[in-house]
């Protein structure tokens, strides 16, 4: 979580200094969401996200030497270069991507669970979105065919409050995402995303019914973003009080005291946190001195050999 | 009687975009077009907007700031992320009697909704033997922002410029914004409406009377004796810094911007190209096919005896956009590729 976080905030530093282009889509304040459903997943899982990506992507093993260069746009990036802070990639750890088109990879991410399904593999497909993305058809159509056909897929979407700067009260007829499950013949779940391991416990009871053949679930998880919807926005559509109400309950922080109180060593907390800034400054620094994007990588990826 | 009544109403605004103007204004291209469909609506109680932003949020590029405030949220309409549904919300409201401007956050998540635009807005008229009209704008930021990817970098206008039934039209100066979006917006029929959106800050004089510009006339930008340009939406600008390095050399450059894609003036382009003996077309969609191969095909058919090279493209190049920006330059057609081409077709390389 912290390594997300001081990932984040470095890379917002590097994007006001000009360094970093294009849109940049903070995960700062939902970062218990990533982590929790890493630790509850299996490594060959399939794990789709949204343009939000780069906790997700980070959480499932991608290094943040590969993550920040890829922010720079340089050949060592997770896309090399061509993909940017919405596209990241990372087929090792079966991070099949961040897509910046909301809701249409919903249904995509059910092929990688169909694809499971048919070669009769112990595997889940993991999908996250936004509440603003369970509108639009891609996200019906891609959970319609998923209850319909038992795909082992987990529908995540983290309820951060607002799309963009539309708060949930205002997207949505109904007063949670999860009241749609019944429609498509799905299990469901819903809570507050605050505690990792409560994260890490209830997506793994989902991940567990996908594999015994139960089909897909529908979980809400109920978080907030600490920053803008992008890095141009300044976010004016929420009270100053509701952020600073928000904050308190940072989960990074509350995860710190819970770590104290269970009798870690301040110190031991202290090395950690260190150790994750320098692996941090590490990748700025990888990222800074790596090579630029390659012309050849931009026409040999056109189309597949 | 009804069709010569048309006739002569179109012909005014031909007449009146042809008056000298006198009193002008400067005006950003985001201004123009907010000032346009503010005046539409003050006008026509049947024109409504709607898209994702539009209203408190006072736009995702701001176009429509202020208008809630002043159209209140009966008029000024917020949708959640759901670009098939409000699109088609909008084309039965527009058989029904509205009128309404759908903003689209960008073209590139417009494809969603390429079924209402294509396969409903654009036939109900044909299909129903005239008896239904759909007067709808689809309007919103076309082609690559900077370093955002392929997934928002789709210049759009061969998807709909191929569609019978659609207008496309996509201005490069405040001016024709704002004229252009007048007359689409009082149009029966459905018009795809491409802004450019890196151009929305930029600056430009708008005329301070009324001003509807017909679709299917070209503006001349500017006058030159050795070689057309064409070119419209954002490369305009490219071409036009081309054009001025050009003259230096003693190129001198026609530059024609034909404002709407469909339809498409090519009489004052052929024209141009009788004149000039040589053409280029400067566009920033993908080369394959649209509208600028369209244009090649028309000036070879028709000014064939009178061209002097053959006609030459700068388009983007023919990938997906990449993110990094040492790429990025590389795609989207820039100055010196222009007067690259432009070199070749006067025999200068
Ligand atoms: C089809 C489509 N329409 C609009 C957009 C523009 N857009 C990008 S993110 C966003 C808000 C999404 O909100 P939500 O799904 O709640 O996810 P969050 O950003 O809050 O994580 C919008 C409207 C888009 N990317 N794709």
Redesign the interface.
């Known amino acids: 979580m912290l390594l997300i976080r001081r990932f984040e905030e470095e890379a917002a530093r590097a994007y006001a200094q000009g360094k970093i282009?294009?849109?940049l889509h903070l995960y700062i304040g939902q970062e218990a969401i990533a982590v929790g459903a890493d630790a509850a997943l299996h490594k060959d899982d399939y794990v789709f996200q949204t343009y939000r990506d780069h906790g997700t992507a980070i959480a499932r093993g991608m290094t943040a030497r590969a993550a920040m260069a890829?922010l720079y746009?340089?050949d060592t990036g997770c896309?090399r270069?061509?993909?940017?802070?919405?596209?990241f990639f990372d087929v090792e750890n079966n991070f099949l991507g961040g897509?910046?088109?909301?809701?249409?990879h919903v249904a995509v991410a059910a092929g990688a669970a169909f694809k499971a399904k048919y070669r009769k593999e112990d595997r889940v497909a993991v999908c996250f979105f936004g509440e603003?993305?369970t509108?639009?058809?891609?996200f019906h159509e891609g959970a319609s065919l998923a209850g319909l056909w038992k795909l082992p897929l987990v529908l995540i979407c983290e309820n951060n409050t607002y799309?963009?700067?539309?708060p949930f009260h205002?997207?949505?007829p109904s007063d949670t995402i999860t009241s749609k499950a019944a429609g498509y013949g799905m299990a469901h779940d819903r809570f507050e995303g605050g505690d990792v391991e409560e994260v890490q416990t209830r997506i793994a009871a989902a991940a567990a019914r996908a594999r015994e053949g139960g089909g897909p679930t529908l979980i809400e998880i109920m978080t907030y973003r600490f920053r803008g919807h992008s890095m141009s926005d300044p976010g004016k559509?929420r009270s100053r009080e509701e952020l600073e109400e928000r904050k308190k309950h940072d989960s990074v922080h509350l995860y710190r005291e819970r770590l104290l109180k269970v009798g870690v060593a301040e110190n031991e907390i202290k090395a950690l946190e260190k150790s994750v800034e320098d692996e941090v400054m590490d990748a700025v620094q990888f990222a800074e001195q790596s090579e630029?994007?390659k012309?050849e990588t931009?026409?040999n990826s056109?189309y597949a050999p | 009687m009804r069709r010569a009544k048309r006739a002569s109403k179109n012909r005014n605004h031909v007449q009146q975009y042809l008056r000298p103007v006198v009193a002008m204004k400067t005006l950003r291209y985001r201004e123009a077009l907010r000032e346009a469909m503010i005046e539409e609506m003050e006008r026509d109680d049947s024109i409504v907007l709607m898209g994702e932003e539009v209203g408190h949020y006072q736009g995702a590029y701001k176009v429509t700031e202020g208008m809630l405030d002043k159209f209140g949220d009966t008029r000024i309409i917020d949708t959640p992320i759901a670009e098939a549904g409000f699109a088609g919300i909008g084309v039965g409201a527009a058989m029904t009697g509205l009128r309404p401007i759908i903003e689209f956050m960008t073209w590139n998540f417009a494809f969603v909704a390429f079924d209402q635009i294509v396969q409903n807005a654009a036939k109900i008229y044909q299909m129903s033997a005239g008896a239904i009209k759909v007067p709808i704008v689809f309007r919103g930021p076309n082609g690559a922002a900077r370093q955002v990817s392929s997934q928002h970098s789709h210049a759009c206008e061969p998807f709909y410029a191929n569609v019978p039934g659609l207008w496309v039209c996509a201005p490069s100066t405040p001016a024709d914004a704002k004229g252009l979006m007048k007359t689409a917006i009082r149009d029966n029929n459905p018009v795809v409406f491409l802004e450019g959106e890196t151009l929305y800050g930029v600056k430009g004089e708008v005329p301070e009377e009324e001003v509807l510009i017909p679709f299917g006339k070209a503006r001349i930008a500017r006058e030159g004796s050795d070689l057309t340009i064409v070119t419209w939406g954002r490369p305009y600008y490219e071409v036009m810094q081309a054009a001025d390095k050009l003259a230096e050399e003693g190129i001198e450059c026609e530059v024609i911007d034909p404002r709407t894609l469909r339809p498409l003036d090519h009489e004052s382009i052929v024209e141009s190209v009788r004149k000039t003996n040589r053409c280029i077309v400067v566009h920033e969609h993908w080369p394959y096919a649209g509208p600028g191969a369209e244009i090649v095909d028309r000036v070879q058919r028709e000014a064939f005896d009178d061209l002097d090279a053959p006609v030459l493209r700068v388009a983007s190049l023919d990938l997906p956009m990449p993110y990094a920006t040492n790429l990025e330059n590389l795609v989207l057609p820039d100055v010196d590729r222009i007067i690259e081409a432009a070199h070749k077709v006067t025999y200068k390389a």
Request: hydrophobic share 30%.
């Open positions: 282009g294009g849109f890829e746009g340089k896309s270069g061509l993909g940017g802070s919405m596209h897509y910046g088109v909301v809701g249409g603003g993305a509108n639009i058809g891609g799309a963009m700067g539309t205002r997207t949505s559509y630029p994007a012309t931009m026409y056109i």
